[in-house]
């Protein structure tokens, strides 16, 4: 008898912490209800659909980006969502596809030890943002300009004392608390490792060209990644001054060339050593080179895809998921297969997005915020869609709670931990580590810091409109025992980032996935009825940024 009663007390005590009925939301609860509509089989249809041939890799303004953003406005109405952009899904997305060429294959350096013969997508890669039909630049002179970073505030100078006007600057990736733990912030990259912001300085900087040096482990991909991303037409918005403020030519050469020209202008191989440490100053290379580069435009238009679900009581305040819908396209042919399908990139985060809302739409009580659906393009172009938006809102931004964003799952099953990416930048954590616990899951960081991933997806753009991002994936200890299983898995998947072999195939476990889905959800649903704003943390550097755009 006396069991019985604590059995029905246990019961009870569950069925109240299930946040159903008449006792409202409960956010140390979860909402099982709504879990429930999350769904493995349509996510996997989902995946299945977008990650086809028949989408042909989802690039930007081919046949896919008609396929892709016809499916997801689709989704979004079956699903019973709202149209995002007053009576359309549809954010029309301004772009130029540039196509440079190199006139010759081949990039000549003359130095004092004779010359050096480069070949184009072998050795180097070039391209412009300039929207002129050639770019010609007779003569050149390399100086090389260490990691090329301007950074007050770590006392760090590259340019100190140097006229870059008519020169080309050769720079290396990364930046040097990779290599020094003591300098920047060690391991964890800032945004001056990122190659967007040694493109941004060297342009302000007057520099007619700039060639980064590639290497795998400061860059964190390696030279394929570089080759297949410049292999074709470039995507840029088009800006007012038609990209007359960047460098004429912006380009990469692989680690052996950066070797081959150092020798070439007969400079001692230290010299990469020493721009490591602080106190460098940039050195003349004594070697010239002529570009030339033909260019041919087309102004196209390509979509975001948003829809919501109003919010109930504070209906003009923002929870916004996001997920980039385009991929690589069609591209270079390997082992008879060109179709870059982005399964994991980003057909599983577009997906998520269906069963995210599913599970907002079955929640028994309904968000107080609003609740956005973002599908993004041409995040594959250098995060294009959603710089879009965040110059041209449709929220207001000092409205905007939060931004969810989804491009990282990961393939190899459940696990324990979730991983954060940029670890340290905002409030927000604090509603993951509740969330995670009550999946019985753990956070950390994410296991490679160096690789800058904070800046290399679009919730950045949010970020530098200092609206606090999310960027969390699937961690590292997998909750299976079964080494074997994992073993075939991980060689089974490993490899696929940016490839022809990014697809969804039986060995994928989508249970990671699903879990990972179910605490995005949550996330969202326990700040959606939120009154408070996360910030960034004391010693994020968008702090300032994001207190600004709370105040206007
Ligand atoms: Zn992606």
């Known amino acids: 008898m006396k069991k019985q009663i604590i059995i029905g007390l246990a019961l009870a005590t569950v069925l109240s912490s299930c946040g159903r009925g008449k006792q409202g939301y409960d956010p140390d609860s979860l909402d099982s209800t709504a879990l429930a509509a999350i769904s493995q089989d349509s996510y996997e249809a989902h995946v299945a659909t977008l990650a086809s041939d028949e989408y042909q890799g989802r690039k930007p303004f081919t046949k896919g980006d008609t396929l892709t953003v016809s499916y997801i406005e689709q989704q979004f109405k079956s699903l019973g969502l709202k149209p995002g952009n007053g009576d359309s899904y549809f954010q029309e997305v301004p772009m130029v596809e540039i196509t440079s060429k190199p006139t010759t294959p081949t990039l000549t350096f003359t130095g004092k030890n004779g010359t050096l013969t480069a070949r184009y997508l072998d050795d180097y890669v070039i391209g412009t943002r300039r929207l002129e039909d050639h770019i010609d630049i007779p003569t050149t002179n390399l100086v090389f300009a260490g990691f090329g970073i301007v950074a007050p505030e770590y006392n760090w100078n590259d340019y100190d004392g140097l006229d870059v006007k008519g020169k080309t600057v050769v720079v290396m990736v990364g930046d040097p608390g ?50 297949t991303g410049w292999s074709g037409p470039q995507l840029d918005l088009v800006a007012e001054d038609k990209g007359a403020s960047n460098p004429a030519f912006e380009g990469w050469v692989s680690g052996e060339t950066a070797q081959k020209l150092f020798q070439l202008g007969g400079l001692d191989a230290n010299l990469l050593e020493s721009a490591k440490k602080p106190g460098f100053k940039p050195v003349p290379l004594d070697i010239s080179t002529e570009v030339h580069i033909q260019n041919t435009f087309r102004y196209a238009k390509s979509n975001n895809v948003i829809a919501t679900i109003e919010g109930a009581k504070r209906p003009g305040e923002t929870i ?21 399908n982005g399964a994991i990139d980003n057909a599983a985060g577009v997906s998520a997005l269906f069963e995210i809302a599913k599970a907002f739409q079955a929640a028994k009580v309904k968000p107080e915020r609003t609740i956005v659906f973002m599908a993004l393009t041409a995040e594959e ?48 954590e604090d509603y ?12 950390r960081g994410e296991k490679n810091p160096s690789s800058g991933g904070f800046y290399r997806s679009d919730h950045f753009n949010f970020v530098k409109k200092g609206v606090p991002g999310l960027f969390m994936g699937s961690g590292s200890e997998l909750i299976s025992t079964d080494t074997v299983a994992i073993h075939v898995r991980q060689k089974a998947l490993e490899g696929r980032y940016h490839s022809v072999r990014d697809e969804l195939d039986g060995h994928w476990d989508l249970g990671g996935i699903l879990a990972d889905i179910r605490l995005f959800f949550d996330i969202g649903y326990m700040l959606s009825m939120e009154k408070t704003f996360p910030q960034f943390t004391e010693k994020s550097e968008f702090r300032d940024l994001g207190e600004k755009r709370l105040a206007k």
Do not use: C
């Open 178 to 227: 990779y290599y020094d733990k003591t300098l920047f912030k060690a391991d964890t990259m800032t945004y001056y490792g990122r190659w967007t912001y040694k493109y941004e300085e060297a342009g302000r900087q007057g520099a007619a060209g700039v060639l980064l040096i590639h290497d795998t482990g400061a860059a964190s991909y390696g030279w394929d990644v570089v080759r």
């Open 320 to 340: 916004i998921y996001t997920a980039h819908w385009d991929h690589l396209g069609i591209g270079e042919s390997v082992d008879g297969d060109s179709i870059y």
């Open 381 to 428: 172009e250098g995060l294009l869609g959603s710089a879009y938006y965040t110059e041209n809102p449709i929220y207001p931004i000092n409205k905007a709670v939060a931004n969810l964003n989804m491009d990282a799952f990961s393939a190899l099953g459940e696990t324990k931990d979730v991983s954060i990416v940029g670890i340290g930048q905002t409030e927000i």
């Open 432 to 443: 993951v580590a509740r969330s995670a616990a009550k999946f019985d899951r753990i956070v």
